[in-house]
């Protein structure tokens, strides 16, 4: 059963937040801002964040340059995880990742799909690893970024998260770098 460890000191993680979307602003990004309050609240920081419009050219060069930012441990993003033609975040992070972490995907989806049913299957959610940094992407809804947030990150960003969590695996992301050499 999972659990914390409280003998464990509590690592915080340098989270960047991206909000895909061709409707919202800084001002109405309700989803943006309920995650970057989350972030805070469980004790990471929030290292930088965006607002950019469904456009996979823009979104792939942010996100390389966020996962090249040494700064930046994990990259968050909500919206165009659908599947209308504008959403194409999915498509962005294709270009970007170097493994998917497929458990992300399969248990959002899972834990979404007691709450909205079959509408589910309409989420791309995903999640991987490039350059030594996570990166997911959630849907845009609010209620969305609060199951992936709320029933996963926040966990699996917490290094006292037993029996496993991904804060632990960081220093190994780039083991394949060391090997190669």
């Not at 409707?23 to 920081?45: F, M, Q, V």
């Not at 456009?55 to 993003?77: H, Y």
């Not at 504008?86 to 992300?104: S, Y």
């Not at 909205?116 to 809804?141: C, D, E, H, K, N």
Request: aromatic content about 4%; glycine content about 10%; overall charge negative.
């Amino acid at each position: 059963m999972a659990r914390l460890d409280e003998s464990r000191p509590f690592i915080a993680v340098n989270i960047a937040v991206l909000t895909v979307s061709d409707t919202r602003t800084a001002a109405n990004d309700t989803s943006g801002d309920t995650l970057a309050e989350r972030i805070t609240k469980a004790g990471h920081r929030v290292a930088a964040r965006e607002l950019l419009r469904d456009d996979v050219g823009p979104i792939e060069a942010l996100l390389r340059r966020w996962i090249a930012d040494p700064e930046i441990d994990v990259v968050i993003t909500t919206g165009g995880t659908g599947i209308t033609g504008r959403d194409i975040t999915p498509e962005a992070f294709d270009r970007v990742l170097e493994k998917r972490i497929e458990g992300f995907g399969e248990l959002f989806r899972m834990l979404s799909y007691q709450k909205i049913g079959t509408s589910t299957m309409q989420s791309r959610a995903l999640g991987g690893v490039a350059g030594g940094t996570y990166l997911f992407a959630l849907p845009g809804s609010t209620g969305a970024v609060k199951d992936g947030w709320d029933d996963i990150l926040v966990s699996q960003l917490d290094n006292r998260h037993r029996p496993c969590n991904l804060v632990e695996l960081m220093p190994r992301l780039q083991e394949h770098l060391s090997a190669a050499e």
